[in-house]
């Protein structure tokens, strides 16, 4: 291979490995839980439930351009004051995501990722509801964009609410 022959490869190899990369490895279910601690006697009051939803993310970087993201997925429904269902999904996933800047890999461990595995976690979250014989129960999307948001904009306040103001001397 002539010299120049070899310097296109190799530039050529530079630019790809500066491009973004993202590939999902694996998706799994890493937890389930489901409990109905007040069965039977919930299955005889009417069926009005009040609905609280709790989700949560985390990650960790498992090697060079590797993370390993979780979205916990906690459904409690209630119904008289009484837990009728308590359903617990951590959806995960490992994700190769490389040659981003800081501020836009946070962005895709932060709401892409989550974006990604939520259809997971809501569908084992509609099959244990519905193994434990309640109603059909679906999770609504949920925007992981405006959630992410939000949490930087609350990062940011709080930073700049705990950085002590300047004091002049005269």
């Known amino acids: 291979m002539s010299d120049e022959n070899q310097n296109e490869v190799t530039e050529a190899t530079q630019e790809a490995q500066a491009e973004p990369q993202f590939a999902i490895q694996r ?3 890493k937890d389930v839980s489901f409990e109905t601690p007040n ?3 919930i299955f005889q009051k009417d069926w009005k439930p009040e609905i609280k939803l709790d989700l949560d993310t985390r ?3 498992l090697a060079e351009n ?3 993201v979780v979205l916990a997925v906690t459904v409690t429904a209630t119904v008289e004051g009484q837990t009728a269902f ?3 999904v951590q959806q ?3 994700f190769t995501i490389g040659n981003l800047p800081e501020a836009q890999l946070a962005h895709t461990i932060g709401a892409f990722c989550p974006t990604t595995l939520f259809p997971y976690a809501r569908e084992t979250i509609a099959s244990l509801v519905n193994r434990g014989s309640f109603p059909q129960f679906n ?3 949920v925007n992981f964009e405006a959630l992410f948001a939000s949490y930087v904009q609350q990062r940011a306040a709080e930073a700049k609410a705990n950085v002590p103001e300047s004091t002049e001397t005269h």
Do not use: D, F, M, V
């Open 27 to 29: 998706i799994y279910t």
């Open 39 to 41: 069965s039977p006697a």
């Open 59 to 61: 990650s960790n970087k």
């Open 66 to 68: 590797t993370y390993e």
């Open 86 to 88: 308590l359903a617990e």
């Open 92 to 94: 995960a996933g490992i």
């Open 139 to 141: 999770l609504s999307p």
